[in-house]
């Protein structure tokens, strides 16, 4: 089993920056890719950035050119660097990893979600 821990939610004031974390821990042979989502009231959950173990990266179209995905194969990490945010960018901001335990399979993990809050 594999789980992940998401850590660097809070509040701050529009034009602000944050840094969610998130590690993964458990029985992992490799990460295949790391990525955050996010569901704001009303829509649909939402890729906002992922990173795969290679360092490809992507990032939704909203986001672009403020947030910054980073990843630490080491120690099975990846950040989330949010600058010039937003009112909108508010909802629960939630961890998630392709992760394979063995060369044959892998599994989809979700963290539990953090709570990142924009107030003007």
């Known amino acids: 089993q594999v789980q992940l821990v998401e850590s660097g939610g809070g509040s701050v004031q529009a034009g602000g920056s944050l840094r969610l974390s998130c590690a993964a821990s458990g029985d992992i042979f490799r990460v295949v890719t790391m990525g955050w989502y996010r569901q704001a009231p009303g829509k649909q959950r939402e890729l906002v950035a992922s990173i795969t173990g290679g360092g490809s990266t992507s990032y939704a179209d909203s986001v672009k050119g403020r947030f910054t995905i980073s990843s630490d194969n080491a120690k099975n990490t990846t950040d989330l660097q949010m600058h010039s945010l937003k009112l909108q960018d508010t909802t629960v901001y939630s961890c998630?990893?392709?992760?394979?335990?063995?060369?044959?399979?892998?599994?989809?993990?979700w963290g539990q979600g953090t709570q990142v809050t924009v107030s003007s």
């Open positions: 998630t990893g392709r992760i394979s335990s063995s060369p044959f399979s892998f599994r989809d993990y």
